[in-house]
T-cell receptor
Framework: ETGVTQSPTHLIKTRGQQVTLRCSSQ?????VSWYQQALGQGPQFIFQ???????GRGNFPPRFSGLQFPNYSSELNVNALELDDSALYLC?????????????FGPGTRLLVL | QQQVKQSPQSLIVQKGGISIINCAYE??????FPWYQQFPGKGPALLIA?????SEKKEGRFTISFNKSAKQFSLHIMDSQPGDSATYFC????????????FGKGTMLLVSP
């Protein structure tokens, strides 16, 4: 177990709705990254937060947004859900120690958009 | 644009055999190459990682081989066991401070008893 937790584990929404996914980082980790993993694909980077500021963003539209809180927990918000948003959403926490960074993934939230 | 290409897509190996998964990358800024193992219903778990200043790294039954000039790296699983049956992802990132991972599409490994 990595110590990274995510909630909920599963979620069903309809097209056009909004969703919020939550992640609690591993203790001592001040960076969180979110990834989208479509069925049968590798995870794709959505964005990263470091000390509550967005630190980088992948090729995802603005309707994907996030927050990081002072305790380093994080949220991923998706507005105007589309069918293609159905995927496993993973968060990963990490810390830079001695020049090395390792990302530890949570179990993910499985989102189904109908 | 797929920056990390992984092959094969699936692999069946007999128990005790060697499993080999290959990856190739394009971005010369990449300098950190981890492999992740993912079981159904779970998040990816770090297996082993390498930097390009070494050509090989071994941890137990898992070995990464790295060829910087060819921009290729591979995972070898020696003495493969049924418990190794999982999906394996190679990834790459620039190791300049905080970085993001670019993943391959994954290899589904089945180790037959």
């Amino acid at each position: 177990e990595t110590g990274v937790t995510q909630s909920p584990t599963h979620l069903i929404k309809t097209r056009g709705q909004q969703v919020t996914l939550r992640c609690s980082s591993q203790s001592g980790h001040n960076t969180v990254s979110w990834y989208q993993q479509a069925l049968g694909q590798g995870p794709q980077f959505i964005f990263q937060y470091y000390r509550e500021e967005e630190n980088g963003r992948g090729n995802f539209p603005p309707r994907f947004s996030g927050l990081q809180f002072p305790n380093y927990s994080s949220e991923l918000n998706v507005n105007a859900l589309e069918l293609d948003d159905s995927a496993l959403y993973l968060c990963a926490s990490s810390a830079l120690l001695g020049g090395e960074e390792t990302q530890y993934f949570g179990p993910g939230t499985r989102l189904l958009v109908l | 644009q797929q920056q990390v290409k992984q092959s094969p897509q699936s692999l069946i190996v007999q128990k005790g055999g060697i499993s080999i998964i290959n990856c190739a990358y394009e971005n010369t800024a990449f300098d950190y190459f981890p492999w992740y193992q993912q079981f159904p219903g779970k998040g990816p778990a770090l297996l082993i990682a390498i930097r390009p200043d070494v050509s090989e790294k071994k941890e137990g039954r898992f070995t990464i081989s790295f060829n910087k000039s060819a921009k290729q790296f591979s995972l070898h699983i020696m003495d493969s066991q049924p418990g190794d049956s999982a999906t394996y992802f190679c990834a790459a990132s620039p190791l300049s401070g905080y970085s993001t991972l670019t993943f391959g599409k994954g290899t589904m490994l089945l180790v037959s008893p």
